[in-house]
């Protein structure tokens, strides 16, 4: 996918970061600061790196990250990422704010996918959109985003007159005040509380970068941490995921899940996610440029690609499976030595 083929709008849009991009860029600089040691004469003639996530059977540790754009990307939306990851084996994000509408959506996807929602209405508005996408047997987790309560300053977007929120259709936002009362910004730990108090299904918190939210997230309900800086696009000189993981994995312990974004492209990041405590990786803008590339069929096509890349680095390092993945096939670099000696 090049930027002639999106047009230079939609390009900066899925590309780009929030001020100077510092966030944007370290995602990728910290991810590359971490080794990977290879290690030998060990039976890796099958690798396996299948597992699952609250029932979702995962033929690799990765997700869709939810796209609320991602119409503006495929004409299809959130109906082409549930489709690819079907026809994968993996679980999709959903944002509320994508197309189609959660019960077309419900017509066509039984109980695989991730429900992820934006506060935007009260109380009542998010129960009922809650139980909209309970009824619609597309999900088996809700994925509520909290890093998000002012939208950031993207200058290309800026500089290009371009706003995603006018330009998407958003079928689940049709009906009520929606989007005007700033209740992003007012939403607190008590009301995730309730939230996670009357959910049935397993909460999962996605925009936590530090170990003091993620055990508040667990204290809350949570089921999930999702270490995410919203690839680069909101808090600018945030940290990059991966360099809170290890604190945030020692913060939560065991019993909670943590899926990680941000910055990840390859198989060999996933693998480093995985050392570090990540039970999966979600793609964002990788998902975002492969839909729009190749339309489903392309999203399965980067699948597989990155899992050969992932196969391949467990062979390497000496892991059949991922359970086998720790902290010992990786070695630190100069820009992680501060949290080498913790451990989870
Ligand atoms: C175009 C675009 C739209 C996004 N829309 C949403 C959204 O609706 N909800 C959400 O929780 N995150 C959204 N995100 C953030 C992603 O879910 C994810 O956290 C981020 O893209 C991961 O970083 P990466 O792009 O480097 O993989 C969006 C990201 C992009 C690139």
Redesign the pocket.
Known sequence: MAEHELGPKLWN???GGSDTETT?RR??AALDEIMLVPRVLRDVSRVDASSSLFGLDLRIPVIL??????G??NPDGAAASCRAAEAFGIAA?V????KPSLEELGRSFKGKHIF?L?IEGDEEWVRDIVRRAAASGSFGAL?V?V??AHYSRRDRDLQARFS?AEAIDRPNLAAGPVGKGGYRATFTWDRLERLCSWSELPVIV??ILTAEDARSAVNAGASAV?V??????QLDHAPS?IEMLPEIAGAVGTATKIIV?????RGTDILKAVALGASAV???????AALAAGGWKGMVRALEILEAELTIAMALTGCPTLSQVSRDVLRPHRLVRAWWGQSR
Do not use: E
Request: charged residues 10%; hydrophobic residues 30%; proline residues 4%.
């Open positions: 849009y899925l590309t944007l995602n990728r990250a939810p796209i609320g754009s991602i503006l990307l994000g944002s509320v704010m994508a992820q934006y994925c985003t890093d998000t995603p996605k925009g999702y995410s800086n919203h690839g680069g696009r995921s974004d941000s910055g990840f492209l979600g793609l964002g803008k990788l998902h975002g």
